[in-house]
C-alpha cells in the first residue's frame, strides 16, 4: 500500500507561481511513474503531467511551457512547479503513482489532493 499526500495548493492571482509536492510512503518510488491530475468543476479528472521512473515527462498540451514536473527518489516526493498560472487551471490536483511489477497487474495510487485557485 502506498499513501500519497499532496501539499502546496492555495489561491493565487492569475500570472502567479504554485509549486505541488506529493511525498509517498513505502517503498519501490523510484520505480513508479508519477503523475499530477486535476479536475474542474463539472469535468472529469485529466493529466497534467507525469513523470517516469527514468525521468522521461510528459505534459498536457495546455500547460506546456508554463509547468514543470520533477522528482526526488531520495525524498520519495514529486513536484509540480506552476508559472503564469491562469484562471483556467483552477482545480483540485491529485497526485498518481503508477508502479508495475513484473508479471503482475499494476499497482496504482491517488492521494486525496490540494485545491488550487486561480483569481482572475
Known amino acids: 500500500q502506498v499513501q500519497l499526500v499532496e501539499s502546496g495548493g492555495g489561491l493565487v492571482q492569475a500570472g502567479g507561481s504554485l509549486r505541488l509536492s506529493c511525498t509517498a510512503s513505502?517503498?519501490?518510488?523510484?520505480?513508479?511513474?508519477m503523475g499530477w491530475y486535476r479536475r474542474s468543476s463539472e469535468a472529469q479528472r485529466e493529466l497534467v503531467a507525469d513523470?517516469?521512473?527514468?525521468?522521461?515527462?510528459n505534459y498536457a498540451h495546455s500547460v506546456n511551457g508554463r509547468f514543470t514536473v520533477s522528482r526526488d527518489n531520495a525524498k520519495n516526493t514529486v513536484y509540480l512547479q506552476m508559472n503564469n498560472l491562469k484562471p483556467e487551471d483552477t482545480g483540485i490536483y491529485y497526485c498518481?503513482?503508477?508502479?508495475?511489477?513484473?508479471?503482475?497487474?499494476?499497482?496504482?495510487?491517488w492521494g486525496r489532493g490540494t485545491q488550487v485557485t486561480v483569481s482572475s
Open positions: 498518481h503513482s503508477e508502479r508495475r511489477p513484473p508479471g503482475a497487474l499494476p499497482l496504482s495510487f
Open positions: 513523470i517516469t521512473s527514468n525521468g522521461i515527462t
Open positions: 513505502g517503498e519501490f518510488f523510484s520505480l513508479a511513474t
